[in-house]
Every structure is written in structure tokens, then in C-alpha cells.
């Protein structure tokens, strides 16, 4: 089985049924569209009452989203991966335009978030964002605008991107003095 076979055939076995439980339609709505926003929410409304370390790893979190983004619009330019309805495949729940599939960037948004915090010390906060991340993943194959490729991705590519960024702070700023 190839990878294409494959990501087609899990994609069917996620993908909801043409007539979903009204419930799981509802959540998976709500998970894809308003989740990432209420944990981003949660996180600028604990900048108040937290401290100064937890600030730093806020503002180098959203800074390695800014930079995920604009990662992944070079790599809209540069490539296209049609979603599963651009090729007729499962059912479509929710509108959306049928411009490129990968990397899916709500899930990397996600995961940067995540494994940012988990990588900053802010454990909770970055356990409490791979849950999301999951249950975001899963309600995008779902609703039926990605792939699970597309969504591994994003995981993927958050997962660099985040290394990166943390390892050349450390390379950057942390060196010890040097003496003459």
C-alpha cells in the first residue's frame, strides 16, 4: 500500500458519514474553529497574574507561530496538495475554500503552542495544549478539509520549528563568556 493509498484510506475511516451524529457535528465544529482560540484566549488572560518567565514563554510562543505561519505560506506558494473534497473523496461538513491541504495550519498553529510551552517549563499549559492539538487533528479529518498527512505535517513542522527556534536561543544568547 502506498502513502497515498494509505493517508486515503485512514482519512475514509476518520472522515464523519454523510448523515453524523448531531452531537459529534457540534463538537467537531467547535473543536476546529473555536478551540485554538479559547486556549490562546486562556493564555494571553494568564499574562496578568503569572510571572515573569511565563511572559517570555508566552511572547517566544507567539513568536514561533508567527513564524510557522509565514513557513507554512511559503509553502502554500511553493506547493499544492488538494483536499479530500477538491478529489471527491468523503464527505465535506463545514465550507471551506479548496486551496492547499498541507500542511494543515491550524494544527500546526497548535502544536507550536504546545510544544513550546511544554519546552519553556509551563508543562500544564503545554499538556493541556497537545489534548487540544489531538482532538483539533481529529476534527479536522472529521469534518473532512484535511488529511492525516496533513496533519502529521503540522505536528511535524511545529515540532522543528520549535526545536529550532529554542536550540538557537541557547546557541544566541546563552553562551558562556568568553575570556581572553
Excluded at 38 to 58: E, P
Excluded at 128 to 148: C, D, N, Q
Aim: charged share 10%; glycine share 6%.
Amino acid at each position: 500500500m502506498s502513502l497515498s493509498e494509505l493517508n486515503n484510506t485512514l482519512f475514509l475511516w476518520i472522515n464523519a458519514s454523510v448523515t453524523p451524529s448531531p452531537f459529534l457535528l457540534k463538537s467537531a465544529i467547535f473543536i476546529s474553529h473555536d478551540l485554538i482560540g479559547v486556549y490562546l484566549g486562556l493564555c494571553t488572560i494568564l499574562l496578568v497574574k503569572t510571572s515573569l518567565n511565563y511572559k517570555r514563554a508566552y511572547l517566544h510562543s507567539i513568536l514561533m507561530v508567527l513564524i510557522g505561519v509565514c513557513i507554512a505560506a511559503i509553502i502554500d506558494h511553493f506547493y499544492y496538495h488538494p483536499r479530500p473534497f477538491v478529489l471527491r473523496l468523503g464527505h465535506l461538513l463545514v465550507s471551506h475554500a479548496a486551496n492547499n491541504s498541507f500542511p494543515s495550519h491550524h494544527m500546526l498553529t497548535i502544536s507550536i503552542l504546545a510544544f513550546s510551552f511544554l519546552y519553556q517549563d509551563c508543562k500544564k499549559l503545554g499538556t493541556i495544549g497537545m489534548l487540544i492539538a489531538a482532538l483539533v487533528g481529529w476534527s479536522r479529518v472529521y469534518l473532512g478539509v484535511h488529511f492525516p498527512l496533513d496533519i502529521l505535517g503540522g505536528i511535524l513542522m511545529a515540532f522543528v520549528i520549535v526545536n529550532v527556534y529554542i536550540q538557537s536561543r541557547k546557541i544566541l544568547f546563552l553562551k558562556p563568556p568568553q575570556t581572553l
